[in-house]
Structures are given as structure tokens and as C-alpha cells.
């Protein structure tokens, strides 16, 4: 609910709100109804899916639907400075040489703030070094024209986490960040339900097996494909050699194996 509030109050009037439900169980609908202004029962868009399917999924539906120019993304968890939409979709209008931008972050966890540390950092222009070495977007930062999607495609469903790593990386191969200076965004964290807790122990796999398939894309530079190369060998290497410290055998050998393959 204080997501969608954050949105409500931006200084400058989102002129679409699209919410999608995947699947949820707690009548969030009928509670959020139930608890705004009829003025903006009537501008919110539900899009509610049959079944579970997962962030990418979501907000592959939200983008299908959505009929602006730009499109931002907030999560359900974050929320956004009163003045978000206002200074970001500014800027862009600015320089239209950028696709896509992103803000700096406020960091909360449990309600508590939390120090950002200096690799955390968002950055601007050509981040595709950043986005290797880690998520280096925080999804409700994120404002981007549609026209982007049609280039880089959408987020991959068969990821169940860590697909917005796997998006930046496709994006920031091809396209400059514009970066908005400001802390616009609160992040919450450490929930345990949250998407990124749930998957903690298989994060660092998935990211392999992101960075693995970008590799075989053919869609990297000659200078992004041995950058790419090297960070995957890294980060096979420390998988691997974590998967024997924990006896998962096999799985360790795969891993470092691949990581001699590249």
C-alpha cells in the first residue's frame, strides 16, 4: 500500500498506474480498493495473473500493457520520493540521447537505514563493468523509453531471481545509463519472504549461469567479451571451490570446469 501511495503523491501525475497481481493470496485488491480515494481506484489498471509466475513474468505483463512513452518500474516493498517522476522524467526529456536512467537509493532494513557501500554506488554513462560484478540497478530506480524493450527484449521468465541482473547486463551492453543524482528511490529489505531471500543460496549460480549465456549471445563487443570472460571465470571459480567446501562434489567440478572452458 505505501508503494502505491508514493506513486499517488508524486509531484507530477504518473499518466497510467498499472498494478499486476501474480497470483497473491491476500486479497490485495480488495484491500487496496477498499483503502484509496475513489479518484484513484478509477486510474489504477489491474493485470492479475492465473498463476505464480514470478517477477519477470510480472513485469513482462506490466510492460506488454503499458501505453506510455516511458515506463518506471516500483516493487512492491520500495517507494518513491514525492518528486521521483518529476526530476527523472525531466532529465530524460533533456538528454534524449538516454534510453534509459536510473536514481541513487535510500537503503532500508526492517526499517532500520543501512550503509551503502561504495561498490553498491549507482554510476552513469557506460556501467557494463559495474553490471558484471554485481545487480548494479535497483529495479524501482529504473525509468526507460518502451522503445528500449524492443531492442533488448524482456526480462527472462525462466529466471525465478536475479533476472534483473541478467536484464542490466543486456542493456548496458548496448545503451549508456543516465544516472539522476539524487536519492529518489527507498529500498526495503529483509523481509523474509522477499524474492532475493528466498534465493540467497542459489544467487551466485544463477549469476553464472546469466553471465554464461551473454556470452553466447554474440551480441558483446570484442573488448565486453573478454571483460565478460574474465567475470564469469571469477565468479565460476568461487562458486565451484564454495560448492566443495560444502561437499556438493559434482556440482563444485562442474562449475570449475567451465570456468577453464572459457
Known sequence: MRALCSVFRQS??????????????????????????????????WLEMSSNRGPAAARNLGIAHAHGELIAFLDSDDHWHPRKIERQAGLMADNRQYHISHTRETWLRR??????KRKHLPRHGDIFSHCLELCAVGMSTVMAYRTLFDTVGYFDEDMRCCEDYAFWLRVSCRFPFLLVDEQLTVKEGGRADQVSTRYRQGMDRLRVEALDRLVRSGVLTAGQQREAIQELR??????????????????????LALAEQW
Open 12 to 45: 507530477v501525475a504518473c499518466r497510467e498506474i498499472l498494478v499486476v497481481d501474480d497470483a497473491s493470496t491476500d486479497r490485495s485488491r480488495e484491500y487496496v480498493e477498499g483503502n484509496i480515494d475513489r479518484e484513484w481506484r478509477g486510474r489504477l489498471r
Open 111 to 116: 526499517g532500520e537505514h543501512l550503509n551503502q
Open 234 to 255: 571469477r565468479k565460476c571459480a568461487i562458486y565451484g571451490r564454495g560448492c566443495l567446501k560444502h561437499g556438493r562434489t559434482e556440482e563444485g567440478r562442474h562449475f
